[in-house]
């Protein structure tokens, strides 16, 4: 079956635009993640969706970034103003459920966006 | 502040040996700990996990251990083989809806 897709897988902008990431979850996961990975570290957490709300929007670095998910499926990451700091690969991960099995998140490939 | 620290960012093995991958974590209400394999321009994928009721967990060839008291936790993958050649990270849950915190990564190399 279909894992997480992501679109773009790259995207190149200029300082100071706006981009839209989008994250297609595994059909009828409830939970999905979007995480940020910069050179040479690890994943870092940005925000969780449980169903529409999103449930943990901790981890968002500003109000530049804000992330939707209006029907429960599909969400969108977006990123107003980029500043050359937001180059990263953005990862989408979804999962049946949340903690009743923290093990069953599905990442997807990422989108590298690089701001220049 | 980093919970999850892998302070070996690159490690080479020759294809037969074992490869130890180690991970310490800081916050003590971690829970259930996780090891991911990423290859390159895809998502990590899981490999292993641990319950932090637990000391050794095992599945073929990857063990992974875990010494609370140390804080500490590492991966045995024994045989090496050339298809392990990615980046492992470490991963650590606490809360409840499986947030996980990653470690910064370890690139593993099998050498024929």
């Known amino acids: 079956g279909a894992g997480v897709s992501q679109t773009p897988s790259n995207k190149v902008t200029e300082k100071g635009k706006y981009v839209e990431l989008r994250c297609d979850p595994i059909?009828?996961?409830?939970?999905l993640y979007w995480y940020r990975q910069s050179l040479g570290q690890g994943p870092e957490f940005l925000i969780y969706?449980?169903?529409?709300?999103?449930?943990?929007d901790s981890g968002l670095p500003n109000d530049r970034f804000f992330a939707v998910r209006p029907e429960g499926s599909v969400s969108t990451l977006k990123i107003q103003r980029t500043e050359r700091g937001d180059s990263a690969v953005y990862l989408c991960?979804?999962?049946?459920?949340?903690?009743?099995?923290?093990?069953?998140?599905?990442f997807g490939p990422g989108t590298r966006l690089t701001v220049l | 502040d980093q919970q999850v620290k892998q302070n070996s960012p690159s490690l080479s093995v020759q294809e037969g040996r074992i490869s130890i991958l180690n991970c310490d974590y800081t916050?003590?209400?971690?829970?259930?700990f996780l090891w991911y394999k990423k290859y390159p321009a895809e998502g990590p994928t899981f490999l292993i996990s641990?319950?932090?009721?637990?000391d050794k967990n095992e599945d073929g060839r990857f063990t992974v251990f875990l010494n609370k008291s140390a804080k500490h936790l590492s991966l045995h993958i024994v045989p090496s083989q050339p298809g392990d050649s990615a980046v492992y990270f470490c991963?650590?849950?606490?809360?409840?809806?499986?947030?996980?915190?990653f470690g910064a990564g370890t690139q593993v190399v099998v050498t024929p």
């Open positions: 991960a979804s999962s049946p459920s949340g903690r009743a099995n923290p093990v069953t998140q599905y």
């Open positions: 059909s009828g996961h409830t939970a």
């Open positions: 969706f449980q169903g529409t709300g999103a449930a943990d």
């Open positions: 916050n003590s209400m971690f829970d259930y």
């Open positions: 641990i319950s932090s009721i637990k």
């Open positions: 991963a650590a849950v606490a809360d409840s809806w499986g947030k996980l915190q």
